[in-house]
């Protein structure tokens, strides 16, 4: 691990084995890149009230065919099974559908295939199943022997929300496309779509869709699905838009002898009503040695006191003021309102904590894994909660947690066979500072001697977000790789400063572990890659600009550019005046010190952005700079891929080219698959163009 000594930073390699003690790959070694790709993932999951069953949906990828499987099931948890062994899951639905069946939107986030609400008393399922434009809504009971009743189905689309109506009931809205307004004044079809405030323009222009909107309820006690007498509405859809919670301005307070600038998440209110749970983020100010990135946990009255005003930031009861690196999430309050638990996440793993209204703090549960709450996993009697876990670095599996019940228990675990056919993998667990922690995985040295090459991928320690580094594949080849978690939030205060600080503190905590590793004699200091998305992008376009550590980078995106602020509308471009970045007439400087065009050339190193359609327009600035300026770079475009790029086939090639580029750059390394060929070849010329 990674510990400070007097002003040294000192490094000592305790690898851990994901397995037993290292051996050598087999002959012939296992794709792990398509197992990877292929990998089972959980896309929903509710828990009914009285924490008895968990509903899940689960999706498994098909590269070759650019499908997935789903599957809609019910897993009873030890509450209802009472026995140590992880229960069996009761299957309701398995189907197929195709990539280009579903839609993904601009932000590239998993589509409602499946929308599920639990009676209050859980003994009933009411869900929703999407797939080849039909709409279906079952009803499914505990204890029957056939999977479910189908109650509704409608060419189009349903949605389940509360109601307003009197006893315990389900809101369905039911949407239909049909003919638009003008259509049905007897006139052409008027096809014009208007340009509103909130509109984003960065990828491509999606026509307006009208939808009748009717509004029915399912009668728990009675078990009857009912109209709403309502006149329908219609509704239209067109470009994306900015997240209402991306849009909305943040809180800030002063804090820490007025260093710290203070943003609240929502808050979580007490059974009794009388306490709130919030989650705080902070940052020092711009012109400190450096950033600090605060999470903390805090209690307070619900109606604030003399003691207990919106600016007392500590409240009743909180988590430390010094940071201790761990990134904090809330889960839920005790049934006594008296104790809130959270999730502790640091380079070391997950803990599951509790603080008391008393302040005392108690760890309940810890592991050297990634832990996190999926939307609907809480059970609404507070008893227990189900979670996914990941240990490094193998696949998912759902998890249950009662309070103060530990350990956790494993309830569905549909990736085993891919966790115990992996190949070995050494990986530990580095804290670099308060700020920045990751982990490092290891070639197998009976393969591969050190020094090795070594790929940065940003954001999390166990897997980077948008899940396009090849992290077992690149070390299946040699290559180490270091998955960085960088913690950097928007501070939104008018100050540029803070976003130049929170990508340069993320390329000099890089440039140092590369230091420390190649003096140990782990990594060869000239042959690093860097990856990037999101944030990551930011940070490995900003490195590839001021920083001569990396050799090639790939990133999904460009990085900041004055034309963002016109291309991502109006609504977003306020957001970008909050981070210091408004109009580029006036704030000239600003663009000018996060850009990382300034001084681009054939000296700068290979790059390759593999960008999702829904972002392409904001690449042209940088793009058309750097081809002019005869920098080595590569576009490749991805079509119909959000933020977060999801379908098999794409994900696929994402993988498998980051593969090829960093083995091409590092280790002179070129696959022979004619398919390949020409690949190689622009890549060839890019190495003697930029030489």
């Known amino acids: 691990m990674l510990r400070r000594g007097g002003s040294r930073w000192i490094v000592t390699l305790a690898l851990m084995h994901a397995g037993s003690a290292a051996t050598a790959a087999p002959a012939s070694p296992p794709d792990v890149l398509t197992q990877w790709v292929e990998r089972v993932q959980f896309r929903m ?92 809504l079952w009803h499914w009971r505990a204890g029957s022997d056939i999977p479910g009743q189908q109650i509704l189905a409608v060419h189009g689309r349903l949605r389940l929300t509360t109601t307003a109506v009197a006893g315990p009931a389900v809101g369905i809205e039911v949407y239909e496309s049909g003919p638009s307004e003008s259509q049905r004044a007897g006139l052409p079809d008027d096809r014009a779509m208007r340009i509103e405030d ?129 990134t904090k999430s809330g889960l839920a309050w005790s049934a006594d309102s008296r104790q809130y638990y959270f999730l502790s996440s640091t380079a070391q793993g997950t803990s599951v904590q509790a603080l008391h209204l008393d302040g005392t703090l108690r760890t309940l549960y ?50 085993t066979a891919f966790n115990q056919s992996i190949p070995t993998a050494r990986s530990q667990a580095v804290a670099l500072d308060d700020s920045f922690h990751g982990r490092l995985y290891l070639p197998d040295p009976a393969r591969f001697p050190a020094p090795y090459p070594l790929v940065f991928t940003l ?56 230091a420390m590793l190649s003096k140990q004699g782990v990594v060869d200091a000239a042959r690093v890659g860097l990856t990037g998305l999101s944030y990551g992008s930011e940070i490995a376009m900003y490195a590839y600009a001021h920083s001569h550590a990396f050799r090639a980078i790939s990133s999904a995106t460009a990085s900041l550019t004055p034309s963002w602020y016109d291309l991502l509308g109006l609504s977003d471009s306020q957001r970008f005046a909050s981070r210091g970045f408004c109009r580029p007439d006036l704030c000239a400087q600003a663009w000018d010190d996060i850009s990382a065009l300034k001084g681009a050339g054939s000296h700068r190193p290979p790059l390759l952005w593999q960008a999702p359609e829904y972002e392409s327009n904001a690449m042209v600035e940088s793009w058309n700079a750097l081809r002019r300026a005869g920098a080595p770079v590569e576009w490749l475009h991805y079509f119909r891929e959000g933020h977060v790029k999801l379908r098999p086939a794409n994900l696929w090639w994402v993988h498998q080219r980051n593969l090829d580029w960093f083995r091409f750059w590092l280790q002179d390394a070129e696959d022979p698959a004619p398919i390949k060929a020409e690949q190689y070849r622009r ?9």
């Open 198 to 326: 909130r509109f984003r323009f960065v990828g491509p222009w999606v026509p307006a869709v009208s939808e009748s909107r009717r509004r029915m309820h399912f009668d728990w006690t009675r078990g009857v699905l009912q109209d709403i007498q309502a006149p329908a509405e219609r509704v239209h859809s067109g470009l994306s838009a900015l997240p209402t919670e991306m849009a909305n301005p943040l809180v800030r307070v002063p804090y820490l002898d007025g260093a710290i600038i203070a943003t609240y998440s929502r808050r979580t209110p007490s059974p009794d009503g009388h306490w709130a749970a919030e989650r705080q983020l902070g940052y020092l100010r711009a012109d400190t040695s450096r950033p600090l990135h605060i999470t903390r946990i805090v209690l307070r009255r619900t109606v604030p006191s003399a003691s207990n005003s919106e600016q007392d930031l500590d409240g009743d009861a909180s988590t430390p003021r010094e940071d201790d690196g761990a």
């Open 683 to 691: 890549w060839r010329e890019m190495r003697v163009s930029g030489s």
């Open 459 to 514: 954001y999390r320690s166990f897997a980077s977000v948008g899940d396009e580094v090849p992290i077992l594949a690149l070390a299946q080849h040699g290559i180490a790789v270091f998955s960085l978690s960088s913690r950097g939030i928007e501070p939104r205060n008018g100050d540029h400063r803070f976003e130049v600080l929170r990508v340069r503190r993320a390329q000099e905590a890089m440039e140092q572990l590369v």
């Open 366 to 415: 810890t592991e050297d894994a990634e832990l996190r709450l999926p939307a609907g996993g809480l059970a609404a009697n507070g008893s227990a909660t189900a979670l996914l876990r990941t240990v490094a670095p193998g696949a998912e599996e759902l998890t249950w947690l009662e309070w103060d019940k530990a350990p956790l228990r494993t309830l569905y675990a549909p990736n």
């Open 45 to 136: 999951v509710q828990t009914s009230p009285d924490a008895a069953r968990v509903a899940v949906l689960t999706s498994q990828a098909s590269a070759r065919d650019d499908s997935f499987e789903l599957v809609a099931a019910v897993v009873p948890t030890p509450t209802t099974v009472g026995e140590p062994a992880p229960p069996v899951p009761r299957i309701l639905h398995r189907f197929r559908l195709q990539a280009d069946a579903l839609d993904f939107g601009g932000s590239g986030s998993w589509p409602t295939i499946m929308q599920a609400h639990w009676s209050p008393d859980g003994q009933a399922l009411l869900y929703t199943l999407h797939r080849e434009g039909r709409a279906e």
